[in-house]
């Protein structure tokens, strides 16, 4: 009987195991990326061992000047192992009283996905294949308003064995801090002056116009999902129409970029 009891709780516990790395596969479950308003909690809370903290892990277009509030970065993430089967990650922003802040956007629904009320990044079960002992995710941020003052991104990286456990996966853990820019130009206030995105709200269509020249509008929606991207070639006299009547009723971001890199994003409402 004492041998039956201690057979099935083993078997309990490894089913425990192999439910929860096949859970995780598919992303982080949120509040993992070891940042001050996560409380530090990290990836060791459901795989095992001891973090390491790595620098040049997370890089972005934020040029050295600092982010200018409401422009749109990208953000890469990128994490190295030797020998690793499978890699995972859960990425976010803080301001310095530890507040999630700017508006985080998936670029590449296929490898990754928001989480922790999506004020994080993380993989899914399509993004953990390493190239050789690398693996990379990018996602655009789009910076919060003036004064919100430093922002740091923070990360969380497993580098799993393949073992079929949570057993023997190594853990990292990377930061990166950056300014706002203070002294935003002219040039910039222009571009974002001369850009009309309307209706507000909209229906079946949305009109955007600009004095300046327009290279891309991209439109996402609140979940940070690219809906579509529209490029130069498809822009006639920086002057768009465009079609959303096959759209659901919600709140979209539009992102509006110059010819000269200036980028500027508008907040749309659609409505029934």
Same mark, same amino acid.
């Given at each position: 009987?004492?041998?039956? !009891?201690?057979? /099935? %709780? ?17 992303? #982080? +479950? ?20 001891? +973090?390491?903290? *790595? ?6 277009? =934020? ?5 200018? &509030?409401?422009?749109? @970065?990208? =953000? ?12 995972? /990650? ?13 508006? !985080? ?14 004020? #994080? ?8 294949? &390493? ?11 789009? %910076?919060?308003? %003036? ?9 969380? /990286? ?42 507000? +709200? ?5 009109? $955007?116009? #600009?004095?300046?020249? =327009?290279?891309?509008? $991209?439109? @996402? ?5 690219? *809906? ?11 002057? !768009?129409? !465009? ?7 919600? $709140? ?21």
């Amino acid at each position: 009987m004492r041998r039956s !009891l201690l057979f /099935f %709780a083993a078997a309990i516990g490894m089913l425990v195991l192999l439910t929860s790395e096949l859970e995780y596969s598919g992303g #982080s +479950p949120g509040a993992k990326t070891g940042s001050p308003g996560d409380g530090g909690e990290n990836c060791t809370s459901c795989h095992s061992g001891t +973090p390491s903290t *790595v620098e040049g892990w997370i890089e972005s277009t =934020i040029p050295a000047g600092g982010y200018v &509030p409401g422009d749109t @970065y990208t =953000i890469t993430v990128t994490g190295t192992h030797s020998g690793v089967s499978k890699f995972g /990650f859960e990425a976010t922003a803080e301001d310095s009283e530890n507040a999630k802040t700017g508006t !985080l956007i998936v670029t590449n629904a296929d490898e990754t996905k928001l989480t922790n009320g999506n004020h #994080s990044v993380t993989h899914k079960s399509g993004g953990t294949a &390493p190239s050789g002992d690398m693996k990379s995710w990018s996602f655009d941020w789009t %910076a919060p308003e %003036a004064g919100t003052g430093d922002v740091s991104f923070y990360a969380a /990286f497993n580098a799993t064995n393949g073992n079929g456990s949570t057993s023997g996966d190594v853990v990292y853990l990377s930061s990166q801090a950056v300014t706002e820019n203070l002294g935003t130009g002219l040039e910039d206030e222009s571009f974002e002056n001369s850009v009309s995105v309307f209706p507000v +709200p909209f229906n079946d269509r949305i009109y $955007v116009k #600009s004095d300046i020249d =327009i290279s891309e509008v $991209v439109l @996402y929606n609140s979940a940070g999902m690219l *809906v579509k991207t529209i490029n130069a070639d498809n822009i006639s006299n920086n002057e !768009l129409k !465009l079609n959303t009547g096959n759209l659901d009723a919600g $709140v979209y971001i539009v992102s509006v970029t110059g010819e000269n890199g200036e980028r500027i994003t508008k907040q749309i409402v659609k409505v029934n």
